[in-house]
């Protein structure tokens, strides 16, 4: 009640005290809660070390949000010397207790080798597990491996339905792929204007890959009218963050005066961004200016 100040004042250092009295006769709830509190320095000096005390006595008791956060600290090295076979050790005791956290992080580490051995089959079970329970990232990993056929056999159809899943949750990563799926009509009937949509979404949260992809698409006049401003204005967004091939778009568009009052010193600027990142058309667009 002190900690979320319910019926009394929140007050994070009485919240400490009564956790303290509760965990030191062995509740593995306060246990958690305090170690929390030491974690995000909340009515006491933050001190990693005494969170990852109070979690492994949690965890210990077999409280699964705690086998949780001890996993996360051996994974990241707070509060401990950074350790991934412990970090599997735990993240496998809260994942079988259910976790969908726990089940995607393990799920992780089977599919990189780390703590334990590759094992995409490992990784695909548990990534399915999480999935199942709503996690975003576990479906949209899902998604991955069937699509491109590790750990499962390949699957379009179920690469797209778990995409889908993903990116109903708002996963922009998720969005984008599911927009490809329907550009090219993989694992889904072709549907421009779906992938636009999706296009829409992903590239509204910043995804560059998508507001590239959306930017074709009004350039070329794909699932939407042509609209070569609408072209510019997703091409600026993805050329500044650094994507060599809307920097090289964004040029053109500069130079041919196409969405944009044509602008040679501006085309020029944008080629040599795109250039030196190494984009071959941009390097080969440099030299001809230069030659002119």
Partial sequence: MYENGEGILQDYSKAFEWFLKSAEQGDSNAQFNLAVM????????????????????????????????????????????????KAFEWYLKSAKQGDSRAQFNLALMYENGKGVEQDYSKA????????????SNAQFNLALMYENGIGILQDYSKAFEWYLKSAGQGYSRAQFNLALMYENGIGILQDYSKAFEWYLKSAEQGYSNAQFNLALMYENGEGILQDYSKAFEWYLKSAEQGDSRAQFKLAVMYYNGEGILQDYSKAFEWFLKSAEQGNSSAQFKIKALKME
């Fill in 38 to 85: 030491y974690e995000n320095g909340e009515g006491i000096v933050q001190d990693y070390s005494k969170a990852f005390e109070w979690f492994l006595k949690s965890a210990e008791q077999g409280y699964s949000n705690a086998q949780f956060n001890l996993a996360l600290m051996y994974d990241n090295g707070i509060g401990i010397l950074q350790d991934y076979s």
């Fill in 124 to 135: 695909f079970e548990w990534f399915l597990k999480s999935a199942k329970q709503g996690d």
